[in-house]
């Protein structure tokens, strides 16, 4: 089996203080026991460290963002492919997951696999049809609202649709507590300014926030979930120390919820569970969070059984994982040449 | 009053729960509680054993005792059906 080669192109490789999951990514893939890897990285930055670190990533490309259109996005993973004969690709943003799979089709057409949620799956599980996704599956979501002024969060408020505190959250990332209709106002103004319309209006739901890697194989089986608690948490929302939990309930429920709704591919779901003990869905990720490194130590490659989905192949689900496992992330300074940095930012590449 | 099962203790005295990810230190006495309450002791039974040990009477342990038993179930580390 190790015999087995793989060109796997992976993005995200911004391993910074909000870190994308490619590295984490990676490292699970490297790890493999089923497969050799050449990891041909995926970069939006001359600055995201992933390209730079040689151990993980073995040649990087830049690509234009999804914003600048599927068709520039096409042509340059064309042109990567004609030189890298690409096996598997795993977009790690959840920015990229739309255009990419938009894309599969002709993608796959080259030969280029993924293992990414249908397009019903990936647009129903979006924070402002986080509702109606509940109604659905019978799940405990907190009202949410789409706006696209900051005037609507104060007519949510008079129509007592919600009451302060509340969560206002960017379609992609972001999120803020507001207390009152003037931090309500500075929060919309922030988020909408980096991440566009519409900003989503949450109510806040009090307890503990839970989290959980999980794997779906697109037919109602749950390849693999580790439920987790952030330890530390920076002040963007984002784990750097994070422990294994003991919960059948949360394994449990992410069973259902993957059985419901058939996902395909990765998933983090970000639970709040509250003082009656009940866990309420803030948010559905659709793909694999960057401390997904953690389920790796835990004894579920998750990336590596992505991987092999994306090839076809039948994988065994993961019934077991180490409780108490712990992560704590740090930051550190590379040391970089600056004939690299210039390679990349003048021709796109770097090896 | 009896503490999860689940729960983790080292002989250095910490404290992990699975079911939460939190973790406490405990001092040597209250070690040695947790350690009887987890034998399944009654706090009768407790209070016997710790008195005829230590220079304590037994209106002082019984204090203290449920003092830290309230502790317990504040951070939900007593088995629910005992809550």
């Known amino acids: ?351 | 009053m009896k503490i999860k099962k689940s729960l983790a203790i080292s002989e250095t005295g910490f404290v992990f729960d699975p079911s939460t990810g939190d973790s406490y230190t405990l001092n040597p006495t209250a070690l040695e509680i947790i350690q009887h309450l987890k034998e399944g002791h009654s706090p009768e039974q407790i209070s016997k054993t710790i008195t005829q040990k230590y220079d304590v009477d037994e209106n002082t342990f019984e204090r203290y005792f449920y003092d830290f038993a309230g502790m317990l179930k504040q951070m939900q580390l007593v088995a629910p059906d005992e809550e």
């Open chain 1, 1 to 351: 089996m190790k015999n087995n080669r793989l060109n796997i192109a992976i993005s995200g490789l911004n391993n910074v203080d909000s870190p994308g999951p490619g590295i984490p990514v990676i490292r699970g893939i490297r790890e493999s026991n089923q497969f050799q890897s050449r990891i041909i990285g995926l970069a939006y930055e001359n600055l995201e460290p992933g390209p730079y670190m040689h151990e993980f990533v073995d040649k990087t490309y830049k690509v234009p963002y999804p914003s600048e259109g599927v068709e520039s996005l096409m042509e340059r993973i064309r042109y990567i492919h004609d030189r890298e004969q690409v096996d598997v690709l795993i977009p790690n943003f959840d920015s990229e997951i739309f255009v990419f799979i938009k894309l599969a089709e002709r993608l796959k057409e080259m030969g280029v696999s993924m293992f990414l949620p249908t397009l019903q799956q990936f647009e129903e599980r979006h924070k402002s049809n986080l509702p109606a996704f509940g109604k659905k599956y019978g799940i405990k979501v907190p009202d949410s609202y789409p706006v696209t002024s900051a005037s609507e969060i104060f007519d949510l408020k008079k129509e007592q649709k919600v009451d302060f505190p509340l969560v206002i959250k960017g379609k992609f990332y972001d999120a803020f507590i507001a207390g009152n209709s003037d931090q309500a106002a500075i929060y919309f103004n922030k988020i909408s300014a980096k991440w566009g319309l519409p900003v989503v209006v949450q109510e806040f739901v009090k307890g503990t926030e839970v989290n959980v890697v999980a794997l779906g194989d697109g037919r109602g089986n749950t390849i693999g979930a580790v439920p987790m608690r952030k330890q530390y948490i920076t002040d963007k929302g984002k784990a750097w120390g994070g422990i294994t939990l003991d919960d059948p309930g949360m394994i449990d429920y992410t069973h259902k919820l993957i059985s419901s709704t058939k996902w395909r591919g990765g998933m983090e779901l970000e639970l709040i569970r509250t003082d009656k003990n009940e866990l309420h869905l803030i948010e559905i990720n659709p793909r694999l969070p960057a401390w997904v490194y953690l389920a790796v130590a835990a004894g579920q490659n998750l990336p590596e059984a992505l991987v092999q989905l994306a090839m076809g192949e039948t994988v065994e689900p993961f019934t077991e994982y180490a409780i108490g496992k712990m992560f704590i992330r740090y930051s550190f300074d590379m040391i970089c040449s600056l004939d690299e940095f210039q390679q990349l930012s003048t021709t796109g590449e770097l090896s």
